[in-house]
Nanobody, 117 residues
Framework: VQLQASGGGFVQPGGSLRLSCTAS????????VAWFRQAPGKEREGVAC????????YYPHSVTGRFTLSRDNTKRTVYLQMNSLRPEDTAVYYC???????????WGQGTQVTVSS
């Protein structure tokens, strides 16, 4: 499975962006999906995940209420809607998929998000 991320860019504080991650396979059924980010000099951190097993979504406190992960299986795409963006959200964002059958992990290439006035 190859994952192609897009949608990053430059936005002012308080603005919004929607990231997309499209899979090369015909469906994302059977895959738990997530978005991670990595800011310069910091470790990669998860910002949203969706369990394929039970549909549970998880967001860390830093993005709760501002970020929303959604999945469109018909388009093989995972989205990350990011609202009320802050300068501290500046990072390279990566999409991630994990097969619930094989436990194989897949990473998309990063997309840069810059929040600045």
């Amino acid at each position: 499975v190859q994952l192609q991320a897009s949608g990053g860019g430059f936005v002012q504080p308080g603005g919004s962006l929607r990231l997309s991650c499209t899979a090369s396979r015909s469906t994302l059924n059977g895959y738990s999906v997530a978005w991670f980010r990595q800011a310069p000099g910091k470790e990669r951190e998860g910002v949203a995940c969706l369990s394929d097993t039970d549909g549970t979504k998880y967001y860390p406190h830093s993005v709760t209420g501002r970020f929303t992960l959604s999945r469109d299986n018909t388009k093989r795409t995972v989205y990350l809607q990011m609202n009320s963006l802050r300068p501290e959200d500046t990072a390279v964002y990566y999409c991630f998929g994990k097969s619930t059958i094989s436990n194989d992990n897949y990473w998309g290439q990063g997309t840069q998000v810059t929040v600045s006035s």
